[in-house]
């Protein structure tokens, strides 16, 4: 049982964390858009727009992690097949990698 209250405790870790990074790429958005109402020079503007775009490219790679582990652990606990747990893990690379 403590195991369990252990992994709730992570998962609520990891959303947490993942919550703080997506305030992080909305306030760098609306620093975009605060510094093209001011004019800001292109380059400035560039910097900002790149760091906005990796910033959300991790928070869906650490999704896909998070997503990755938990199928393959539910997929054990269940016993399910490798090729079905293989299946939903190529599914899960798949709808990341159509993002990025």
């Given at each position: 049982?403590?195991?369990?209250?252990?992994?709730?405790?992570?998962?609520?870790?990891?959303?947490e964390?993942?919550q703080?990074?997506i305030?992080?790429?909305?306030?760098q958005?609306?620093?975009?858009?605060?510094?093209?109402?001011?004019?800001?020079?292109?380059e400035?503007?560039?910097?900002?727009?790149s760091?906005?775009?990796?910033?959300?490219?991790?928070?869906?790679?650490?999704?896909?992690?998070?997503?990755l582990?938990?199928?393959?652990?539910k997929?054990?606990k269940?016993?399910?097949?490798?090729k079905k747990?293989?299946?939903k893990?190529?599914r899960?690379l798949?709808?990341?990698?159509?993002?990025?």
């Amino acid at each position: 049982m403590t195991q369990a209250k252990g992994e709730t405790m992570k998962r609520l870790t990891d959303k947490e964390a993942l919550q703080r990074r997506i305030h992080k790429v909305v306030g760098q958005c609306h620093g975009v858009e605060n510094m093209l109402q001011r004019g800001d020079p292109c380059e400035a503007i560039l910097l900002q727009v790149s760091a906005a775009m990796s910033a959300l490219h991790r928070v869906g790679q650490l999704t896909l992690e998070y997503r990755l582990r938990d199928g393959i652990r539910k997929g054990f606990k269940k016993g399910e097949s490798e090729k079905k747990i293989g299946d939903k893990l190529n599914r899960a690379l798949e709808d990341f990698c159509t993002i990025s």
